[in-house]
């Protein structure tokens, strides 16, 4: 009998919660007929896991490409670049295609004669020169711009061949010429078809910047400068928002009379010396590894600070004194080897 006593207790609680389930009914029928009030629905709390839930963290942007032009500080183009040895003595001109360079690069060579290094990346005009040989201060100073940029040249001494075939650039040597000019300053190449050559890279960060910059309206005014390299004497004119410029006194045109016009000059102070790994004991190359005073002219106005560039394949950066980057304004830029 020990074992009933659990089971009389369970009936009669069963008998206890039958009898209040039929009184609640009765409740809810009450009224003749009539629904009783229906009671107003409690609000639901949210779950803990509603609330202690961490939200959902936005991705992070991916880092984008620069809108501008590397070489430029216009529209981005993505495209190779190549640069171009151009003759710079009297007998050479005119010559044809300089204005449309993005860049051009002035430096000494033997006899303190002068030679440019025209560099193409946004504009691939169909006649460039006159060409001429390739010199060792080409093969510092281009890969700059590329991981392997072309170079067209017509010619080179044996050691320069051999120090072009060590680096990076690409040899795009040219040799077709223009009749109605005296050899040998009659080599003129066709960028047009020259782009298309394989394996000459595309562009790549060089260090300069582009861009507005309030550091102009503050900074000494300069609308006309004149810098001597070797023998040569390269002078610039601002008017009408560009520079116009000038060699040894004569203005700078294109073969169909077009003026050369410049946005930035940018005078780098660099050391020349006797090069040691070319045929000539004549020839020159420019330091351009290092670092130095720079005076870079835009706007009509100049900013003297410090350039520095620590590898052959590296950027190159310009510095105001405050050690702020100086913006260069978009167009073309004249880069001056000075030393």
Request: glycine share 10%; with cysteine.
């Amino acid at each position: 009998m020990i074992g009933a006593k659990p089971t009389a207790h369970r009936l009669r609680c069963a008998a206890v919660a039958l009898g209040v389930g039929l009184s609640l009914a009765a409740a809810g029928c009450s009224g003749h007929g009539e629904p009783g009030p229906t009671p107003a629905a409690r609000p639901s709390s949210p779950s803990p896991s509603a609330t202690s839930a961490t939200p959902t963290p936005k991705p992070k942007p991916s880092p984008s490409e620069p809108a501008s032009d590397p070489l430029s500080g216009g529209k981005k183009v993505n495209g190779p670049v190549v640069g171009v040895k151009i003759d710079n003595v009297a007998a050479a001109r005119p010559q044809a295609g300089v204005h449309q360079a993005d860049m051009v690069v002035v430096e000494r060579v033997e006899g303190n004669l002068t030679r440019l290094l025209a560099i193409y990346h946004t504009r691939w005009p169909k006649r460039v020169g006159p060409v001429r040989s390739a010199r060792n201060t080409d093969i510092e100073f281009l890969p700059m711009f590329s991981k392997s940029p072309g170079l067209v040249f017509s010619g080179a001494n044996r050691k320069v061949l051999r120090q072009l075939r060590r680096s990076p650039i690409r040899m795009i040597p040219r040799l077709t010429r223009d009749n109605s000019r005296i050899a040998p300053h009659n080599v003129f190449v066709d960028l047009n078809t020259v782009r298309k050559v394989k394996g000459v890279g595309k562009q790549q960060s060089i260090g300069l910047t582009f861009g507005k910059s309030g550091q102009w309206g503050s900074a000494p005014r300069a609308t006309s400068v004149t810098i001597p390299v070797g023998v040569d004497r390269f002078g610039f004119r601002y008017a009408k928002g560009h520079y116009r410029g000038t060699w040894n006194g004569r203005a700078q045109v294109d073969e169909n009379r077009r003026p050369v016009t410049v946005d930035n000059i940018v005078d780098l102070k660099v050391k020349y010396h006797k090069d040691t790994r070319s045929t000539s004991n004549k020839s020159y190359v420019a330091d351009t590894v290092g670092k130095g005073t720079a005076v870079v002219y835009s706007l009509g106005h100049k900013i003297t600070g410090t350039w520095q560039r620590h590898s052959t394949t590296g950027p190159m950066s310009l510095k105001t004194s405050g050690g702020k980057n100086i913006r260069l304004a978009p167009g073309h830029t004249w880069i001056i080897l000075d030393g």
